[in-house]
């Protein structure tokens, strides 16, 4: 209840979490049939990047500031930037948009978003946001205990995001372990993606070793670390855990997420790692202990 995510809004983890968004809700616009966009912490939906708290910490100008003037950027990390632009009036960029407002951005008409914020000041910013949009319902609650009400949605297919804060640091992971089962049990074909911190892989590793046992056929990981995973005190990297990842995410994802660690880090220290943990259409499933990872040869 005391973080607010407008003192990190644009940086290098928004960068990674918002562009395997926009590659999952791409993947379930492949059918005609509507899908439904379940966000367990959403926030406000925008960032002013010129607000107090922004430019307190200026952690966009080595996220979002980097790649809005980057070019060649691949075609994912393309519609992530035009997203972003779509965002804003003109060339001013001031705003970054949050989750919710990606996400209804790129619904079709028929498609339905829920978004549960449990901090009230930012469930009444969300709402102001989305008030003119009849696919949208926002509701001002605890984000794991509404998907008990919300799953599964009457569309039958769909994403739920979990970001939380990490208010409780490690134990948060256990809090996921358990909201993910709750909600596999009453919707197993739903897609979820979970946003993570890495600070210490000590503290990601049992939470990668929960994924290979929970029973879905498919976990893919995807993260990048500008620096090394060691030290408790800084966000060193963040990831995204997909479960009941789409069909060839991995190769999706693969141009783009290379790309972030040499165009944000330091070269020798940054890195990105792609992994299936659960692949059980390939009859594979490599460690969690050791995902294929790469190091940025470069410096930006």
Request: hydrophobic content about 40%.
């Amino acid at each position: 209840m005391n973080y607010r995510h407008a003192y990190h809004a644009g940086n290098f983890a928004d960068v990674l979490k918002h562009m395997v968004l926009v590659a999952l809700l791409d993947a379930l616009k492949q059918k005609a049939t509507p899908f439904c966009y379940v966000d367990t912490h959403a926030g406000r939906g925008r960032y002013d990047l010129r607000s107090v708290e922004a430019r307190k910490t200026a952690e966009a100008d080595e996220g979002f500031g980097v790649l809005r003037t980057a070019t060649g950027l691949p075609p994912l990390l393309w519609k992530w930037l035009e997203t972003v632009r779509a965002c804003n009036d003109g060339d001013d960029m001031r705003y970054y948009p949050g989750s919710p407002w990606f996400a209804a951005h790129l619904m079709r008409e028929g498609d339905s978003a829920q978004l549960c914020e449990l901090h009230p000041e930012e469930a009444a910013a969300l709402r102001q946001v989305f008030h003119h949009d009849r696919r949208v319902h926002v509701h001002e609650r605890d984000g794991y205990e509404a998907m008990k009400g919300l799953l599964p949605p009457k569309e039958k297919r769909g994403l739920v995001l979990i970001d939380p804060p990490f208010e409780a640091q490690e134990a948060e992971f256990r809090v996921i372990e358990k909201a993910l089962k709750a909600a596999m049990e009453k919707w197993p074909t739903g897609m979820y993606a979970v946003w993570y911190p890495i600070k210490l892989r000590s503290h990601v590793q049992p939470f990668h070793r929960w994924l290979t046992r929970c029973g879905a056929k498919r976990v893919l990981v995807a993260e990048v670390l500008l620096r090394p995973d060691d030290s408790p005190l800084r966000l060193n990297g963040s990831g995204m855990v997909i479960v009941n990842a789409p069909w060839k995410l991995d190769e999706t994802l693969r141009d783009s997420l290379r790309l972030l660690p040499r165009l944000l880090g330091t070269a020798g220290e940054s890195e990105y790692r792609l992994s299936w943990l659960v692949n059980d259409e390939a009859n594979e499933a490599p460690s969690p202990a050791a995902p294929s990872a790469q190091r940025s040869p470069r410096r930006r």
